[in-house]
Nanobody, 122 residues
Framework: VQLQASGGGLVQAGGSLRLSCLAS????????MEWHRQAPGKERELLAA???????NYADSVKGRFTASRDNVKNTVYLQMNSLKPEDTAVYYC?????????????????WGQGTQVTVSS
């Protein structure tokens, strides 16, 4: 299983970006998913989580501005980011629990994307 994150870039304050995280491999299902970010000199921050049962939670810092979603057919998860602020500048990471085929049975593992840089200018 591999994850490929994309969609980061440079945007002005107030703008929007949509991050994608594509999972590839012998995937049976994407279970829980999370988006995190890490700004320089700061600890990694959990932004959004969608649990196996579909419950969604957001950090207060992004609530009302960011929306996490998933496309089970495309094995892709998304983070729509609106009303971006300079303090949103960070490297953004997806983290997925994925059930995959081994050829004989199913296993579930936790995987991180490689990170995508988001820079918001004032």
């Amino acid at each position: 299983v591999q994850l490929q994150a994309s969609g980061g870039g440079l945007v002005q304050a107030g703008g929007s970006l949509r991050l994608s995280c594509l999972a590839s491999g012998s995937i049976f299902s994407i279970d829980a998913m999370e988006w995190h970010r890490q700004a320089p000199g700061k600890e990694r921050e959990l932004l959004a989580a969608i649990t196996r049962d579909g419950s969604t939670n957001y950090a207060d810092s992004v609530k009302g501005r960011f929306t996490a979603s998933r496309d089970n057919v495309k094995n892709t998860v998304y983070l729509q980011m609106n009303s971006l602020k300079p303090e949103d500048t960070a490297v953004y990471y997806c983290n997925l629990d994925i059930t995959f085929y081994t050829g004989t049975y199913l296993l579930t593992g936790n995987y991180w994307g490689q990170g995508t840089q988001v820079t918001v200018s004032s």
